[in-house]
């Protein structure tokens, strides 16, 4: 009976995954082949008390879109210290770190934020992991980055408040967790209200722990184009939600705050309330 | 001027966070105190080749539900084995197994999928990696864990796969990821084409990789209510998609299949088409 089951099994799997099977095959051998020479490396930083879904989320997307591309693009995780294990936040489960950040490298260099209390000053805190984290070596490297024009920074939660703490985000347009967007502010960034915001293309960042989902899914489109990202969507069965936001194309009216925007042929004053 | 900086965000983070914290701490000092002695336990089970994401999407929403709760949920990473580095799929970072999984420990225990090629019979296919998992004592511990009623199994993506190659989900509703879903059906299962599906309160099975979240959502609403969901939902900035299918009230007519429902009233024969 188990045999039997087996056999079922074999055939079922054999007959079922054929289809995206030849896709991949197909993908490999046209597209990708061409572009290895080109391969996008994606280093995605832990810290001690890093949030494990803002990185590992990310890290799943670009890696499945290596597998789909034929390693058009890769994925590993470092640290500003090099090779170590890393503990994730609230006590969370340790990932090594296989690498030191290197910002001199090409591709993308993805910062994640902190897990633990989203308040307070208690050692557990996210404002406090992210302070430890401003203090090491990390800060001078992500500076390094922000100079090198070959690298996208990326952000996903808290990783927008770790780099505006370390004086990086004056005047650019970012989001993070809702909760810290008045402290993103008072750090010199300009708050977006979007799940995802690209500031330029050197310079997108991520709203709270989930739309690191759609941080990588944007990334994955703009490198890889967009068959890449909706093979990877298809296969965790996630849809990519809200605009990227970009400081492009007309601006909305801000009718909340009674004043008209900059888009010609708009009216000079608000509408009454 | 970084003084100046480091001011301006205890001030910001200290104002803007204090009502989180307010609510956490409410909540710890009200419901969660009461509930200690009886928090729920969940297990989550790691084997060779595992999904990153099938795995810790969960363990944050249970880790976040227990932060929001005092504790009233707990979360471990668990093995067959015991406690042992256990690697990912895809030459993923491994992860720590605490202990061992305990079948007789009453909870919530979890079982993700594998990540690799998502076909064929390759050593790095989520097929063989399902597979070799099956083999290990991993399964005679399922099996245990099944015919413990204080025990809610719960699976993301082809950990429904799994247990159904381990013979444990004959004639039971259940969904794993669309390319995975006439294999469950060979296996025996019943499948159910929605992102969560509840066969009876001890058994809720998960589709594709980012389902485990909309699964652990699921979980802590039934087990401790709408208010931490929803904390929850807030602080990862996550909505919950679908329905979670149960075999309760009205089936629909079945319109493709030209066939009636069994609810009463409906008419006899379908519509032409």
Redesign the interface.
């Known amino acids: 009976m188990k045999r039997m089951?087996g056999l079922?099994?074999?055939?079922?799997?054999v007959?079922?995954?054929?289809a995206?099977?030849a896709n991949?095959k197909t993908t490999k051998s046209n597209d990708a082949s061409k572009d290895k020479s080109k391969s996008i490396h994606v280093q995605i930083v832990l810290f001690d008390g890093f949030?494990?879904?803002d990185a590992?989320?990310p890290?799943?997307v670009f890696?499945?879109a290596g597998?789909y591309s034929g390693e058009a693009i890769t994925v590993e995780?470092v640290s500003a210290e090099g090779k170590r294990s890393v503990p994730s936040g609230?006590n969370?489960?340790?990932?090594?770190a296989e690498a030191k950040l290197d910002p001199n490298r090409s591709g993308i260099i993805l910062v994640p934020g902190a897990?633990g209390?989203?308040?307070?000053n208690s050692e557990d805190s996210v404002?406090n992991l992210l302070r430890q984290a401003k203090e090491t070596s990390l800060t001078a490297l992500m500076r390094q980055a922000f100079k090198n024009k070959e690298v996208t920074v990326a952000t996903v939660c808290g990783g927008s408040l770790l780099l505006a703490?370390q004086?990086l985000l004056k005047d650019r347009y970012a989001v993070t967790?809702?909760?810290?967007m008045?402290?993103l502010?008072?750090?010199g960034a300009i708050p977006i209200d979007a799940?995802v915001v690209e500031d330029d293309p050197r310079l997108v960042s991520g709203?709270?722990?989930?739309?690191g989902?759609d941080v990588a899914f944007h990334l994955v489109e703009r490198e890889l184009g967009p068959r890449i990202a909706n093979a990877v969507e298809?296969?965790?069965?996630?849809e990519r939600r809200g605009t990227v936001w970009r400081a492009e194309g007309i601006e909305p009216i801000d009718f909340a705050a009674g004043q008209t925007a900059s888009a010609k042929g708009q009216p000079a004053t608000s509408p009454a309330k």
Not at 8 to 13: G, Q, V
Not at 117 to 120: H, I, L, N, R, Y
Not at 207 to 211: D, E
């Open positions: 089951l079922i099994m074999s055939f079922a799997l007959i079922i995954l054929v995206p099977s991949a949030d494990l879904l590992l989320a890290y799943e890696a499945a597998m995780l609230m969370g489960p340790s990932l090594e897990a209390k989203p308040a307070g404002p703490m004086g967790n809702a909760i810290g008045a402290a502010k008072a750090f799940r709203g709270g722990v989930t739309s989902l298809k296969l965790f069965e996630y």
